[in-house]
């Protein structure tokens, strides 16, 4: 899809350096560069202070642009008034109107829009029962879990049926099974067309939702790609540990023979060696066989996934968090 | 126009949704004014009775200076504080100042009622005391009308520079300061013997309030020119109001 797909953000040097004082600054974004296409869920994953939130607040004009361009369904950022109508934003912070009941911060937001009263009316009544809202709707949001309120703002942001929907670090800070109910949200969102950019710093969240991710860090966009051809950037890729209490000649032979890469790596601990052979799950049948021929005990077989965060330690020789 | 006024909207709901607490917060300073300078005081033989002729004037100034800055200042200052509520209303489809016209406007809303309350809290607290010869309607209502906004300006001006935990602070230092030295208590040309002051709260635009309200009101009482008084309203809406946008604009970006 990712060829010939209409691109709806496009994304052209944009660049923001904030001013601390007169001589110290921080070069949040460095000249960042790609663009998202319709229909798409889209991810920035990176870890703290990469500039995700910046990259954010440029594209939804809440950020003054230092350098360079975007626009959004073809439409220049600095036209904000313009772009505003296009887009919604569920920030990484709560930023519920406390004055106001869950129900009135959906319909006032519409209202902001010039959404007519019996659609938003409707439309509160619908978003606010897709989101497991529908018991709390005349509470105020003081009292609103962490969880409640990233749901109730996502359900704010559809109000007035934005273009494209940005995610803030949607679900930092929650339980895993808000987390899981909020990734079930977003993925039945964007199979109803919405087009999602979304920012995390959990790497399993990039990989579970994302169509494309662009790995970001120090500002700068470090690969972009689907999440399974960036796991293939890793060099070795899928492997499997084998943990034996010795490990034959014979054996290793056969095991070097099973697959054109073999044996990557042997290592000797006081009782036990550690075998790693490159390779997915349907190598196990064969190194099962192969250890029965030559009568070796398994301690045990561990198939250990390519993952983001390896690809992101390749790429920086750091690890996504902290 | 749509956004502006369901902005405005919004702001009303929650206004009346704290309805006593509302009027609670603008009727009683002026209620205390009155009751205290224009009756107590003058009943107990402690001021002359005229003193609530002189004092009406500057206790309408204070009120709506007062209700002008509280309804504009404090939910600023929360709006931009550490949850940054307003976030939602500045990405509304509509200017950023837009969104400071808005508040301008509700700050201009809430002084207005707060003056209005003063006109039956004098009467039925002091009318013995009071003898008023409103000298032209038209011009009580530009004072109102300029007043009104001044107060709402000075309040968005603090409100952007002040951060929510320092509001305190801010009436104690620049609001009290800003009404006792307002020639509110005493006409401005009394001051002539302290000419370094008299100078000096000519920076104030409480001077222009109350000494603008005392022409048209109590216009036996020496009073700055009317000329002057409505230039010097002006002129504290346009610069208040420019300091304030700047400094909202400089809030609402990073
Ligand atoms: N308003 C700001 N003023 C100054 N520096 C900022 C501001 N916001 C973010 N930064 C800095 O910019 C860099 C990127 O931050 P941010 O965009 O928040 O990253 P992320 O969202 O990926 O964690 C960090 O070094 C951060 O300290
Ligand atoms: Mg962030």
Redo the contacts with the bound molecule.
Sequence with gaps: MAEQAEAIIDIEGLKKT?T?DSHRH?E?VKGIKFSVNAGEIFGLL?P???????TIGMLTTRVKVTAGDAFIAGINIRDEVAVKRLIAVVPQQNNLDRSLTARENLTFHAKYFGVPKQVREKKAEELLKMMGLKGRQDDYVRAFSGGMAQRLMIARALMHEPKVLFLDEATTGLDPQSRRLLWDKVRELNESGQTILL?THYMDEADELCHRIAIIDHGEVLALDTPHNLKRMVPGGNRIDLELPEAPDRLVDILRGIDRTGVISRRDEEDRVILSVHGGQGLIPGIIKAVQETNTDILSVQLHHVTLEDLFIHLTGRRLRD | MKTFVALLQRDVTVLIRDLPEFVMRIAMQPFLFVFVFGYVLPSIGQVKSSYANLLLPGILAASMMMAGVQGTAIPLSQDFGAIKEIEDRLMAPIRISMVVLEKIVMGTLQAWIAGGLVFPLAWAIMRSNLSLHVTSFSYLFLYLFLVGLASAATGITLGTIISPFKIPLMFATIIIPMIFLGATYYPWHALSNVVWLQTIILINPMVYAAEGFRSVLTPGIPHIRMLFTILGLFAAVIILSGIGLRGFIKRAY?
């Design positions: 904030y601390l921080v949040a990176g703290n202070g990469a500039g995700k939130t910046t920012t | 990073s």
